[in-house]
């Protein structure tokens, strides 16, 4: 049996960053019915817009550095990670990203000249 997410055919104007659940399974490399589980579970930050749910932004990047500090979980993050950004065509350095991770967890202290591990260019 086929599964079906809905799908606006319009994106309406939010006042936050967000993607459609659609948007949202493939850059976490999950299905979209985990994304709504997900979403229910209040693990991953949504608005709703009539009858569809929009992820955040930052709930999305909440998300992925919960699962690079998971580390049952960081070695398909990285992965999906890299994947994305090579899609994306935008540089990415995993080494960095954990550096990045481990800052915001607490665990490292911050360096004194650190640069974004994604760069994206307008």
């Known amino acids: 049996m086929a599964t079906h997410t809905k799908t606006p055919n319009h994106t309406p104007e939010l006042r936050v960053p967000a993607w459609t659940v659609d948007e949202a399974a493939v850059a976490l490399g999950i299905h979209p019915i985990t994304v709504y589980r997900l979403i229910g579970k ?16 930052a709930g999305i990047v909440s998300y ?15 992965s999906r990670l890299t994947a994305l950004a ?4 935008v540089p990415f350095d995993p080494e960095t990203v954990m550096a990045d991770v481990a800052i915001l967890a ?14 994206v260019q307008a």
């Open 64 to 78: 992925l550095i919960e699962a690079l500090q998971n580390p049952s979980t960081r070695q398909y993050t990285l």
């Open 86 to 89: 090579e899609e994306l065509r």
């Open 106 to 119: 607490g665990s490292a202290p911050a360096p004194v000249s650190a640069g974004p591990a994604v760069v």
């Open 42 to 57: 209040g693990k991953l930050d949504a608005v709703k817009v009539g009858p569809f749910r929009y992820v955040t932004t």
